[in-house]
């Protein structure tokens, strides 16, 4: 059974930290995409972050260059977001998503980061 599990969310005030987890299961998470994305209630899901494998190749939505950082274990089938410097607009639910060419897509069940003072 396919899950990705993410963890890691909760409040910061602005100018923190946060760093999330998605644990992969399920699947052979080295042959996947990771991407993380976010959404905020009224408006679609956006993309946030990616990294291929293999190689590392990451790829980041402007809003959080220089802020966000995506890696991942794939000893561990597991991706990671750091974020640092934490905006309120940063507010969201979370979502671990895992992409590939010819294979199902598959999504986690979000996990909420709430930026506030």
């Known amino acids: 059974q396919v899950q990705l599990m993410e963890s890691g969310g909760g409040l910061v005030q602005p100018g923190g930290s946060l760093r999330l987890s998605c644990a992969a299961s399920?699947?052979?998470?080295?042959?996947?995409?990771m991407k993380w994305y976010r959404q905020t209630p009224g408006k679609e899901r956006e993309f946030v972050a990616s990294?291929?494998?293999?190689?590392?190749?990451?790829n980041y939505a402007d809003s959080v260059k220089g802020r966000f950082t995506i890696s991942r274990d794939n000893a561990k089938n597991t991706v990671y977001l750091q974020m640092h410097s934490l905006k309120p607009e940063d507010t969201a639910v979370y979502y671990c998503?895992?992409?590939?060419?010819?294979?199902?897509?598959?999504w986690g069940q979000g996990t909420q980061v709430t930026v506030s003072s």
């Open positions: 990294i291929y494998s293999p190689g590392g190749y990451t």
């Open positions: 998503n895992a992409q590939h060419m010819t294979r199902p897509t598959y």
């Open positions: 399920g699947f052979t998470f080295g042959y996947y995409t």
